[in-house]
């Protein structure tokens, strides 16, 4: 990831947690620290992938906003995992080593989300929207770079390590705990085309299908707030 992306994921968040900051609530404003494990994968139609294993950290902030509604933001680096099916060159029996080939890819999230209490401090169902700047799909290790790819003849796992580097993601999800410790899970999509940049490469297609693949990420978490 650059660091002008970074930047600006950082000025970003300072920006909302400054004007949030102006407004006068009746109740709280909580600053809180979070982690946990991730579930990656793609959806696509040009690569055979496995999901794999992650994890996330980051900082939050919950906030009442008006009702039962809370407002929650904030900045959170995440390290997924994908695999993706390639065979390498033929032993001297003749047999193929085929296996999915380990990538993972480093991002930072941005998050501005709506909060539903349906018990204030204990139960709340969260939503909205996403900001993802991410690093390449970087191979795990280069051994695996001329693999060919399962489904081409001559793309190799090494050619789609630069994928899109900012995308737009949806969540949903469940919150649920003490009023300064909560479990999480929740649901991201990845809205935009994480292999469009793929696309501008000169590279084999299948059957002239361009690169199309969306982000499919589980996310379970635990918040401290303090």
Same mark, same amino acid.
């Given at each position: 990831m650059s660091l002008k992306n970074l930047l600006f994921v950082t000025f970003s968040v300072l920006l909302f947690q400054q004007s949030y900051s102006q407004r006068n609530f $009746? @109740?709280?404003?909580?600053?809180? +620290? %979070?982690?946990? *494990? #991730? *579930?990656? $994968? +793609? %959806?696509t139609s040009n690569f055979n992938t496995e /999901?794999? @294993? !992650? &994890?996330?950290?980051? &900082?939050? #902030?919950?906030?009442?906003?008006?009702? %039962?509604f809370d407002l929650v933001y904030g900045i959170n680096y995440y390290n997924t995992e994908i695999g993706i099916l390639a065979r390498g060159q033929g032993t001297n029996s003749g047999a193929f080593d085929q296996q999915y080939v380990p990538y993972t890819i480093q991002s930072a999230q941005l998050n501005f989300l709506g909060s539903y209490n349906i018990i204030k401090h204990h139960l709340s169902l969260e939503f909205g929207p996403i900001l993802n700047v991410n690093g390449k799909m970087k191979l795990k290790e280069d051994r695996y770079e001329n693999y060919i790819v399962d489904g081409y003849t001559s793309l190799r796992s090494g $050619? +789609? /390590? $630069?994928?899109?580097?900012? %995308? &737009?993601?949806?969540?949903? !999800? +469940? #919150?649920a705990g003490l009023e300064n410790f909560r479990i999480s899970g929740h649901y991201q999509y990845g809205v935009t085309n994480m292999f469009n940049k793929l696309n501008d490469k000169e590279l084999e297609t299948n059957g002239g299908k361009e690169f199309e693949g969306h982000s499919s990420t589980i996310v379970i978490a635990a918040v401290i707030y303090f």
């Open positions: $009746d @109740e709280y404003n909580r600053l809180g +620290i %979070n982690g946990g *494990l #991730t *579930l990656f $994968d +793609i %959806n /999901q794999g @294993e !992650g &994890f996330m950290a980051g &900082f939050t #902030t919950r906030g009442s906003f008006r009702n %039962n $050619d +789609i /390590q $630069d994928i899109s580097k900012v %995308n &737009f993601h949806v969540m949903g !999800g +469940i #919150t």
